[in-house]
């Protein structure tokens, strides 16, 4: 479970800058990123019948996009030292 958090949105730009280092997009290979004002998360099943079950699993991440192509890249909190990892709550 994770504990209800406010946060910092200029923490993930300092945390990226520490873990990711080559900012250059896969897609068209600028090196110019924004950081999206929100949270996402990626719903998790490990059964498959059908039914969508939303808020047991998921990771909470952050995105970052391409100032000149929108391309998208997905980043989990808790690897960036943002949030606490699963089982270290
Ligand atoms: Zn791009």
Redesign the pocket.
Known sequence: MIRETTFNFSSVKNALSKKAFNFH?P??N?NEFSIVDGFFRHNMENVLDGNFRIGKRYIPSIVTY?N??G?MNFHALGQLGLIPKEGEV
Request: aromatic content about 12%; overall charge negative.
């Open positions: 997009c897609m068209c600028e391409c000149n192509c391309f």
